[in-house]
Each structure stands twice: as C-alpha cells, then as structure tokens.
C-alpha cells in the first residue's frame, strides 16, 4: 500500500478542527441521549498516543451516560509501548474483567486502538469486542505519521517489538474500525482493517483528534456497545446518518 504522509499544516490546525466538533457535541447532547443504551458490560478506554485520560473524558462521560461500567486507563500521558505500559496493560483488563464477571470491550483512541487490537490478541477470552478511533494498525503508519518523529525520539524508551502492528488481521473477537478521511495526523489508508465476517471499516466526517468525542464516530461506537454479545452484526446506518457515516 502506498501512502503519503498527511500535509503538516493539516497537523497544526487539527485541534482547532477538534475544537469545532467538541462545540459540536455538546449542541447535539439531545440527540446522543437518543442513542441507545446499553448492558453494563465493562468498557476498557485507551487514549492515543502523547495523550492521558484527560483526552477521554467526553467518551468516558457519554459511555457512562449509556449505563457501561467504563474504565479509564489510569496510566498518566500514553508515551508509547514502555515495558511499563505493556506490563501493566493485561493485567488492567484482567481486573477489570474479574471485578464485573463478563467480558469488556476495548474502545481504542489512535496507538489507544493499537493496544487494544494487541490485548485482544492475546487475551481474547477476556474482550469482548474491539472499536478502534483513527488507528494507524497498518506497517506503513509507522513512517508516514505526522507523529513518527515524535515516537521515533521515544522508541529508546519502548519495550522493543511490542506491541506489532498487525495489518488490520481478523481478530479472535468482532472489531470495528473508524476513520476519516480528512485525517490530518496519520493516513487514513492505514487505520482500514481486513474486513470479514467480524470486522468491518466506518469512515466519519471529521479530524483526527476529534474523534473521541464527534457525534458521528459517538453514534457507531453506541450502536456497536448495544449488540449482544453472541450475536455480533455488521452496522447498518440508519438514513438520516448516512451523510456523516459511511461503511467501507
């Protein structure tokens, strides 16, 4: 796959795009109460990469509004896969997944998504689904990130090979992936994962660093929460969603 990297200008002004979508969110806050609720099921949050749970306070906030048992990750600014992190990671879902007597589901901002799409791998007995929010998965991320400069100077720091990029492979347990187009921090085309009978791509309007809290992307990670467990299906958007979501 060929990809470029995102313009830089684009980088700098994504906050400010993010900002926009926020104001947004809370415009809308009638309408995401509209949306479905859930079972209570456990919810393991992990925010992308340079970021801390700060940045997913409004997920969080709206995810419990719908009635699951969210978790924050509770492990200060996400500087990458530390030995640290990696350690602490399984054992976090491990908890969390004793403490409620049923599987969690593992919602992933950006390198929040590649974790995610990690601990399912290795524990998938304990996920129960996997949503994913601009995460760059694919081998090619990791030269054409507007952040690779960054997680390049603190790869000295990273517990060596860990976790992989996985190339977007099925996974043991359903997993959804959303994306936009207008990405400015990392390619789209690296954050697709192979679609199968239980994987699918969603691409939302928006920024990259708005996707924890853009209505759009709020919309398919409740309609993904309140499927039941064992009866897993692709996502069909409803019409008057369809011109801020679109199933690839």
């Known amino acids: 796959m060929m990809v470029r990297k995102p313009p830089l200008v684009g980088a700098l002004i ?49 995810l419990k509004s719908k009635g699951y048992a969210v978790s924050a990750w509770d492990m200060g600014r996400n500087l990458g896969p530390t030995p640290e992190v990696m350690d602490r990671m399984p054992r976090l879902l491990r908890e969390i997944v004793n403490e409620h007597d049923r599987k969690a589901t593992l919602v992933g901002w950006s390198m929040g998504g590649i974790y995610a799409r990690w601990l399912a791998g290795i524990r998938p007995e304990r996920v129960r689904q996997v949503v994913t929010l601009g995460s760059p998965v694919r081998s090619e991320a990791r030269k054409s990130s507007n952040a690779s400069s960054l997680f390049d100077y603190l790869r000295p720091y990273h517990d060596e090979g860990l976790p992989g990029l996985d190339n977007g492979a099925p996974l043991e347990v359903p997993a959804t992936a959303i994306h936009t187009r207008s990405d400015a921090i990392v390619p789209w085309e690296t954050c697709l994962i192979d679609p199968g009978a239980q994987s699918e791509n969603v691409r939302v309007s928006g920024s990259h660093s708005g996707l924890g809290f853009n209505p759009a992307a709020l919309y398919v990670v409740a309609d993904r929460l309140g499927l039941e467990e064992k009866n897993w299906l692709p996502l069909r958007v409803k019409r008057w969603a369809r011109s801020v979501v679109e199933v690839v």
């Open 14 to 62: 994504d906050p400010v795009r993010a900002g926009g979508e926020l104001a947004t969110s809370v415009g809308l806050l009638p309408f995401l109460r509209m949306l479905p609720s859930g079972d209570g099921h456990p919810v393991l949050v992990l925010p992308g990469f340079m970021a801390g749970d700060t940045s997913t306070i409004p997920l969080r906030t709206f």
